[in-house]
């Protein structure tokens, strides 16, 4: 069946003011083995994962390494992988190494057309590899992070992938994600967040922030008007029109 932005809408009003945890659920049940978890490691990411796995709901979880992180970020993963026995941590990667990519084109990240490229190739591409395998990837973007989040819904399309984007944690505020975190000592949270590192990307790419500084200043910071790397695609201000998915979830959008 197609689902267009306008089944969404009535999927959305259903879920307004609904709790991560409840949406979770409603994942699960509705997609099964067919729904993912995608985490790059930061703070709402392995909140995420600890949410899901306190409820028992095994999901996969997409880790995408571009071969380029913090040996912090690979930590978390392995960490996340440990503590949340009902996730299954998967680890996708790029064709090229970072070596052999800059052998062949050059050292793409230090010019704007270049980190476009490059991001595409090492962060995009091995997420797309899996098009077709997940009818639901699940994100831990919050609409309290600003930008072109801040107008994140809950559920959302993305053709690239043929899937439908969902975003359990949209309506948590920071305050509420950090008290998450004080209050369970078992939820990983990644290392350089302690480091004065708010948001983490590649090494090459990311750097601390001073007190005074929007959260992301830190990323690109060699690349002036760079904010997002393009694995959200609604980052992008992407938003797709519809989705071909399976009729089995016709109900589902009232069809
Ligand atoms: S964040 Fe930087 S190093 Fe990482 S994929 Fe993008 S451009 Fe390449």
Known sequence: MRVTDQHLEALNRRFEGASPDDIL??????????????????????ALCFLADRARLAFDVLFVDTGVLHAETLWTRDSVARACPSLRVITLQPERSFAEQTREEGLLYVTREGQERCCDLRKTAPLSAMRGRYDAIVGALRRGEGGARSK??????DPAMSALRIHPLAAMTQAELDALCEANPNLVVNPLHSMGFPTIGCFPCTTPVRPDEPARAGRWRHLAGVEYCGINPMDRGLRGDAIELDDRYAALFGA
Do not use: D, W
């Open 25 to 46: 659920r409603f994942v699960h049940s509705t997609f099964g083995e067919r729904a993912a978890l995608l985490s790059g490691m930061q703070r709402a990411g392995t």
């Open 152 to 157: 994140i819904r809950t559920f959302e399309l």
